[in-house]
Every structure is written in structure tokens, then in C-alpha cells.
């Protein structure tokens, strides 16, 4: 089947960014929240957690509250300035948007996410923008793609690039074809099958 969306995550797929949110967070837990830092420095794996939330039930629990949710984030927006596109990632997404409908599925807060793909002209690329401080980061990303596509066929058509195991399985379980970035790849200009 030809393949029309490509679903694509923001931190360490486009930008550059990874280690700097992980420093973020650990600078978070030191400066408001010390008891758990320890737990925080050896739970935070970027690449088996798709977004905060599943941070905060591996330090808290169940039953961790909202608040803290929403005071992650704003610290994260408040201090996350240290990124940028991975080279040749504009150029890949200029190329692709002629022959495929993008979609964009990330971790990063709305506000984050907004802004650097607004600083580099590439927003309106995307028919439809996910992050998690609305809606976790997780398959529910891309069954509200499939609704908003029309496309019964749409998991079918898709080609996933991500770069954790979390988004592998994610994209497995909807059974969409998926291309790990950051390994053997190290941008997207470096994929020539699409």
C-alpha cells in the first residue's frame, strides 16, 4: 500500500534535545522536590518514557496529583532554550510535505513545541500537532490522528519516525511501519526510502 502520513516526534527526531530535558528535570527535583532526586536520577530513561506523566507514577505512584504535572512543564518551558533542528531536518521536512501529510507527536509541552517550530517557519507543515501536557504522549496520539485523517487505511499508510522503544511499540501496536532515528541515523535528511 502507498504510504501517504508520516507521524513524527519532536525531541532527539528533529531537534536536538534530549540530554538537555533530561538536565531540566534532574535541576526540577533538586531545587523543589530534593527527597526524590535520587529516584528521579535513576528512573528518568527518555527512551522508556514517552512523557512526564509516566515520570510521575514511577516516583509517586498512582495517585500523583495534577499540580505537579503543570509545575514540571512550566519549569521545563522556563529553561528549555538550548535547541535546535538537527542539520538537514528543515530541508527533509520541506521535501516531504509535498509527498506526504505530516503529523507530529511529542512529549514537549504545547508552549515548547509551539514556539521552535514556529522560530523555524515549519508549523504549518503539520495537519495536526499532539503534546503531552494535554494529551500524554502515547497510542492515543495516533488514533486521534486516524480520526482526524478520514483514512480508515490511515495506520496502514503511515510511516512512524521516532526515536525510543516507547514509540516503537506505540507505532507497533497500531501496526504502522516505524523508522528509528538516532541510532544507525542521525537525521532524518539520512532516511532516503521516503
Known amino acids: ?67 505537579k504535572h503543570t509545575k514540571i512543564y512550566d519549569f521545563l518551558d ?24 505530516l503529523y507530529l507527536s511529542t512529549g514537549s509541552s504545547t508552549k515548547f513545541a509551539e514556539k521552535i517550530l514556529e522560530k523555524w517557519w515549519v508549523k504549518k507543515y503539520f495537519e495536526k500537532i499532539l503534546w503531552s501536557d494535554i494529551i500524554p504522549k502515547s497510542e492515543e496520539h495516533l488514533d486521534i490522528f486516524e480520526e482526524y485523517s478520514w483514512d480508515k487505511d490511515f495506520f496502514k499508510k503511515s510511516i512512524s519516525i521516532w526515536d525510543s522503544l516507547r514509540d516503537e511499540l506505540f507505532a507497533k501496536n497500531r501496526n504502522i511501519d516505524f523508522i528509528k532515528i538516532w541510532c544507525k541515523l542521525k537525521s532524518i535528511s539520512e532516511i532516503k526510502k521516503i
Not at 24 to 49: A, G, M, P, R, T
Not at 78 to 101: A, G, Q, R, S, V
Open 78 to 101: 522556563k529553561h528549555n532554550h538550548k535547541n535546535d533542528f538537527i542539520p538537514w531536518t528543515i530541508e527533509k521536512i520541506l521535501e516531504l510535505k509535498n509527498n506526504y501529510k
Open 1 to 67: 500500500m502507498t504510504k501517504k502520513y508520516i507521524i513524527f516526534d519532536l525531541d532527539w527526531t528533529l531537534i536536538s534535545s534530549n540530554s538537555n530535558i533530561k538536565e531540566i528535570i534532574f535541576q526540577y527535583f533538586k531545587e523543589h522536590e530534593f527527597e526524590y532526586y535520587d529516584k528521579v536520577k535513576y528512573s528518568l530513561d527518555l527512551n522508556k518514557i514517552a512523557n512526564i506523566q509516566e515520570l510521575l507514577v514511577k516516583i509517586y505512584g498512582e495517585n500523583h496529583c495534577e499540580t
